[in-house]
């Protein structure tokens, strides 16, 4: 059974910085996570996902040059290191996962198979 588990929110000053991390359990193969987050009125947003096998990484253009993915395989982690937070950065934050069939460049949809429960973060002074 695949079990992902976010945690490192938090509330910080604009400005700040924050390390996401997202343990995986329960995966056989390789497998993609992606990173969404969802503010209060507003669609789920994917900010940046991992590939399976390949590790390429994507970022969506809000968050180029602030939040950089990675993945610690020995410890079945992946994070996402949030810098120059700002307070439009504040929502819940997913991660998701998937083990695709072939390698393929991951995506920024929400149509992985398995989510974590989130973590909240909070941008404010």
């Known amino acids: 059974q695949v079990q992902l588990v976010e945690s490192g929110g938090g509330l910080v000053q604009p400005g700040g910085s924050l390390r996401l991390s997202c343990a995986a359990s329960?995966?056989?193969?390789?497998?993609?996570i992606g990173w969404f987050r969802q503010a209060p009125g507003k669609e789920r947003e994917g900010v940046s996902c991992?590939?399976?096998?390949?590790?390429?990484?994507y970022y969506a253009d809000s968050v180029k040059g602030r939040f950089t993915i990675s993945r610690e395989k020995e410890k079945n982690t992946v994070y996402l290191q949030i810098d120059s937070l700002e307070p439009e950065d504040t929502a819940v934050y997913y991660c998701?996962?998937?083990?695709?069939?072939?390698?393929?460049?991951?995506?920024?949809?929400?149509?992985?198979?398995?989510w974590g429960q989130g973590t909240q973060v909070t941008v404010s002074s």
């Open positions: 329960g995966f056989t193969d390789d497998y993609a």
């Open positions: 991992i590939s399976a096998g390949l590790e390429s990484t």
């Open positions: 998701a996962g998937e083990e695709p069939l072939i390698y393929r460049p991951c995506e920024l949809a929400p149509t992985y198979d398995y």
